[in-house]
């Protein structure tokens, strides 16, 4: 099965800075990735996903990169601010949407020190 | 503002009692995934179903967890018995899933947070 591994499990950015966050896949059948945001007692959102035909996306501060030669993608996030603090997850599936459910990674806890 | 709940928020119970929580998905989504999170694991899918129909529930011990969709507007996941090993924050997510060229998306709600003493 798939298995999804991400780094770095915490990161802290000072606010304004930028933020990146990797995640590599194991299985080259998978198509869909998109990337969920968790705040404290809510569940996952999600924020932005890319699919395998597509190499980058933006969607204003976040953008994500895919390499599917190397199994990697890459979650960025630009001029950092306060309520981008939380628990950022990769995931991974082979059908568009997760609809065969989503392989998550670990997540990573991002604090924007102000 | 069409949103996946679940009930009940917070659960907490004894070793061996029977739980059930439930998931009331967006109307109109036709797959509902159960997921499990705990800082070890992180996030597991436990099972999934599309149309009411049971897909997948190979993230699931089978002796003491059982998931259904007694109809388009539930689903419940129980586990009986409960073990402390189970506590954990069970989410469902629903989506309306078509053909794989379609944009599709998973909502997640905001779980039940389960604690097995």
């Known amino acids: 099965g798939e298995n999804v591994e991400q780094h770095p499990s915490t990161l802290s950015v000072q606010e304004g800075d930028s933020a990146v966050i990797k995640c590599t896949y194991s299985?080259?059948?998978?198509?869909?990735f998109p990337w969920y945001k968790q705040e404290l007692g809510k569940g996952p959102q999600l924020i932005i996903d890319?699919?395998?035909?597509?190499g980058e996306k933006k969607d204003q501060r976040i953008a994500v990169t895919l390499n599917k030669t190397a199994k990697h993608f890459s979650l960025h996030i630009t001029e950092t601010q306060p309520e981008d603090s939380a628990v950022y997850f990769c995931?991974?599936?082979?059908?568009?949407?997760?609809?065969?459910?989503?392989?998550f990674g670990k997540g990573t806890h991002l604090i924007i020190q102000p | 503002d069409a949103r996946v709940t679940q009930t009940p928020r917070h659960k907490v119970t004894e070793m061996g009692q029977e739980v059930t929580m439930r998931c009331q998905p967006i109307?109109?989504?036709?797959?509902v995934f159960w997921y499990r999170q705990t800082m070890m694991q992180g996030l597991e899918l436990l099972a999934y179903?599309?149309?009411?129909?049971?897909?997948?529930d190979s993230g699931m011990p089978k002796d003491r967890f059982s998931a259904e969709m007694p109809d388009a507007t539930l689903a419940t996941l129980k586990i009986q018995p409960s073990e402390p090993r189970d506590s954990a924050v069970y989410f469902c997510?629903?989506?309306?899933?078509?053909?794989?060229?379609?944009?599709?998306?998973?909502?997640f709600g905001p779980g039940t947070r389960l604690t097995v003493l």
């Open positions: 997510a629903s989506g309306l899933l078509l053909a794989i060229s379609s944009y599709n998306e998973q909502f």
């Open positions: 179903f599309r149309n009411r129909a049971p897909l997948d």
């Open positions: 109307l109109g989504h036709n797959t």
């Open positions: 995931a991974a599936s082979i059908l568009e949407g997760g609809a065969d459910g989503l392989t």
């Open positions: 299985d080259s059948a998978s198509n869909y």
């Open positions: 890319i699919r395998s035909n597509v």
